[in-house]
């Protein structure tokens, strides 16, 4: 889906396709730098960063391993119940692996600190990071990330991954929800 096929329920453009597409490229390019004669498996967490780990990993001009793991940290409303759970877990043991999380957006960071330290404590030779877009002012906790594509405001954004109630994952840009979608 185009952003002008929902311009109405938009703000800001914040990055366009191409914007998205090039900032994917170049962070390949460090990743195959840093790994090189490495084959580094790629995490993606679901359900946002499908759009970002499809394009990294296609980007991508090496020998990679992928999977996959949900995590939650909300119960039924919009706010995090500060208890993380294992929704999906991965498929891969990861002792001795390189992993590089790939996320499509880091907020608070308290998921993704708690997720860092699980991934560690199972034996895992590195873990990095790499994140699309990031909310600094949004940060309730540093996380050390390896591989940032940009920063971005503390709006509430959608597209590439991104959802408000399930749509809006398609969108091809990220973009500000205008507040009358979700008031």
Known sequence: MRLDDVRDDLTDVLLTEEQIHDKIAELA????????????LLVGVLKGAVMVMADLARELRMHIDMDWMAVSSYGAGTKSS???????????????????IVEDIIDSGLTLSWLLGNLQ???????????????????KVEVD???IGFDIPNDFVVGYGLDYAESYRN?????????????
Request: glycine share 8%; aromatic share 4%.
């Open 29 to 40: 390019r460090r990743i195959e730098a840093d790994y090189a004669g490495r084959k580094p």
């Open 82 to 100: 500060g208890v993380v759970r294992i929704l999906k877990d991965l498929d891969t043991d990861l002792s001795g692996r390189d992993v590089l």
């Open 121 to 139: 404590s199972r034996g895992a030779a590195s873990v990095k990071i790499c994140a699309l877009l990031r909310k600094p002012d949004a940060a």
């Open 145 to 147: 990330v390896e591989y």
């Open 171 to 183: 969108l091809r840009g990220v973009a500000v929800l205008a507040p009358h979608v979700y008031e």
